[in-house]
């Protein structure tokens, strides 16, 4: 451990000490040099994060031929929207966006409104019972997604709601971890409103959705993202709950393309613009709501 | 805005005892469409495939009906002792899995806290451009950019070409079965291990072949992991970050120590808890590689992106053998739940650093902006 410093450190460490007004040239140059440098590597980095996604949209631009030969420019030789046009004329990518659209709009609303409601019971209705189901969803919680295909297939199919909107939207609206933030949002404001109108003799339901839910508008806006995030990109379970072409959502559309069950040839220009389309709604979600997206996943995981 | 998720939970009512009924009537119902969805698609579901499990269910008719037969362990044992391809494909699977999450795992968790230090500097500039950029390939789906990486890592793709430019002769990444530490090996002129690898065999591969390391083509999807998973993490660090007291970091500069002995003995050991809960979450995401095989690979060149997922939906909803792809799903459970308690026990917080934190103050008030 370094808490005690010899006297020879003090004297030459290229550290700042009590002695800074007077080193200040000397160090300001040194601290340049680093500024420069720290930028530099940051730069470098953010060119390989957002490189792959500019080449993705150059790429959609281009020829077949002009991908295959020049895959890294991100200027295309010649401009082809040849692509664009034969996704949404000439195959069914548009059925797979309606599709993604509706189920995501559906499981979405579905998820705010029963996660509020049980993470308001949770949090402010001193039920018996609360803590059995409290329990029970951090169970839920640590059951790994992947082990669920086979077993939820099974119980789809039991209920004789395979390859419906129904057997693919309500598995979805499950979500523990939703609850769990409506949860904590409810426990952080105070309690004194909610009191008064019950006090006033508004019933349970009524205070929840009149006078706590308009509250919790920022915590909404959190699950609205992520279960729009979350069902948008799910792809596992809609190859489970559905088989025919008409209720084919992107995720599945697009990995169909992508292992050439529907082309010849490699087609890049047409598979990347298929993927740079399925990416544009989550990426206008995430700029919309950038602030928020960055600054509430601390608080979805809890330490 | 963190206020909203991370402020202390206000002390519930603890004071009264009796439960209003009110409220548990009220209570019940509020969570009941919660419970139910999670009953119907979780709890029973659960249940359903550990009875498939243990039968030879072939996907036809009512898993419940008559013929079904209770088959016992034999599923299992088909997985760990078959001797036949159902176990070499299981024993497979499990080196590709554990060969991603031994370099995905630290990997991604140093990228992570390497990007957070970077940008949680105070003074600067387009530290919200860069948070973006990094963050920005984890909101993507996984399709998406599995298209993409299969057309950066062609055999003429844009990582080739840039290799190249390096004079670099690039493989060709998702045709390339081989396995990187076999051909580390092989650049220094081994090419056969020694017999007592050769010939001994874990559920059904030598234990040579589980040392090859990742395929080159799994190593593309490593790649692709870290990629998409360390701005998410990158994420919980700068919290964390944020949420260190000043005062220590100050202390330790003025005590004579230089950047990185500040980062090493002041920094990194309060961010124990954060690290502590991106490895979990970490092995938990990792052993269930599913989505990227399913839309790139399919499991090949070679089975060498085989993962258990993968091979648990195959076997069920393609080859019929329902009571197997149940039987490795159950297995994976155990392995993720094995492995998950493994850390708990290795990682878990040490009394020291609970000293740690209390000598080093807690969170700084509103530093979470």
């Known amino acids: ?303 | 805005m963190t206020a909203v998720t991370t402020m202390p939970p206000t002390p519930a009512p603890a004071a009264k005892k009796k439960h209003r009924p009110r409220d548990t009537i009220a209570g019940w119902l509020f969570t009941a469409p919660m419970l139910v969805i999670l009953g119907l698609f979780l709890v029973v579901p659960v249940g359903m495939a550990l009875w498939v499990s243990f039968s030879d269910w072939t996907g036809r008719g009512s898993p419940f009906s008559s013929n079904v037969a209770f088959v016992g362990m034999n599923n299992y044992k088909d997985l760990v002792a078959g001797g036949g391809l159902a176990e070499r494909d299981f024993g497979t699977s499990l080196r590709n899995n554990a060969w991603y999450v031994v370099l995905v795992v630290p990997i991604q968790t140093i990228v992570a806290i390497f990007l957070a230090v970077l940008v949680n500097r105070k003074v600067l500039k387009g530290r919200g451009f860069f948070r973006t950029a990094f963050y920005f390939p984890s909101v993507t789906s996984s399709v998406a950019i599995t298209v993409l990486w299969l057309f950066l890592f062609g055999a003429t793709g844009a990582v080739n070409k840039v290799l190249g430019f390096l004079g670099i002769h690039g493989p060709n990444w998702f045709q390339d079965p081989s396995g990187v530490v076999h051909n580390i090996l092989g650049a220094f002129g081994i090419t056969q291990g020694p017999t007592f690898l050769t010939d001994t065999n874990m559920l059904g591969l030598p234990l040579w072949d589980w040392l090859a390391g990742p395929s080159v083509a799994m190593s593309a999807f490593i790649i692709m992991a870290i990629f998409t998973t360390s701005g998410t993490f990158m994420l919980l660090f700068i919290a964390a970050l944020q949420n260190l007291s000043g005062e220590v970091q100050e202390a330790a500069v003025i005590d004579g120590a230089n950047g990185w002995q500040s980062f090493w003995y002041v920094t990194l050991p309060q961010l124990r808890p954060t690290v502590f809960t991106v490895v979990t979450l970490g092995v938990i995401g990792t052993w269930q590689v599913f989505d990227q095989i399913y839309t790139g690979t399919q499991g090949g060149p070679g089975k060498t992106t085989l993962t258990p997922a993968y091979l648990s939906y195959t076997s069920a909803f393609q080859s019929q053998e329902w009571g197997r792809g149940a039987a490795i799903a159950f297995v994976l459970f155990a392995i993720i739940v094995f492995f998950t308690l493994l850390q708990r026990l290795v990682l878990r917080e040490r009394p020291l650093s609970r000293r740690h934190r209390r000598i080093y103050g807690g969170p700084a008030k509103g530093a979470g902006k």
């Open chain 1, 1 to 303: 451990m370094s808490t005690t410093p010899t006297s020879d450190e003090r004297l030459h460490g290229a550290v700042p000490t009590k002695t800074t007004e007077e080193k200040l040239p000397q160090r300001s140059r040194a601290f340049l040099t680093g500024t420069s440098l720290l930028y530099a590597i940051l730069a470098v980095i953010a060119v390989i994060y957002i490189g792959p996604f500019l080449i993705s949209i150059a790429t959609s631009f281009k020829t077949d031929a002009n991908a295959a030969t020049d895959p890294l420019s991100l200027i295309p030789q010649t401009w082809s929207t040849a692509a664009y046009t034969k996704l949404f004329l000439n195959s069914d990518f548009p059925t797979w966006f309606t599709n993604s659209v509706i189920v995501t709009v559906f499981v979405t609303a579905g998820r705010v409104f029963l996660n509020s409601l049980a993470g308001y019971a949770l949090a402010r209705l001193d039920f018996r019972g609360r803590n059995i189901v409290f329990a029970g969803l951090i169970a839920v919680m640590a059951v790994p997604g992947v082990v669920l295909l086979i077993p939820k297939f099974l119980v789809i199919n039991q209920l004789g709601i395979y390859d419906t909107y129904a057997g693919m939207i309500i598995p979805l609206l499950m979500d523990a971890a939703g609850v769990f933030i409506m949860k904590n949002f409810f426990e952080s404001i105070p309690s004194s409103v909610e009191e008064q109108a019950r006090i006033d003799g508004a019933g349970t339901f009524r205070t929840f959705w009149s006078i706590v839910l308009p509250m919790a508008r920022p915590a909404l806006i959190t699950i609205v993202i992520l279960s729009f995030q979350g069902s948008w990109n799910e792809l596992s379970h809609f190859i489970i709950s559905t088989q025919s072409p008409d209720l084919t959502v992107l995720t599945k559309g697009v990995a169909s393309l992508a292992s050439g069950q529907l082309s010849q040839g490699t087609q890049y220009p047409l598979k990347l613009a298929a993927a740079a389309l399925m990416t544009i709604p989550v990426a206008v979600v995430f700029f919309l709501f950038q602030k928020r997206i960055m600054n509430s996943s601390d608080g979805a995981i809890k330490e």
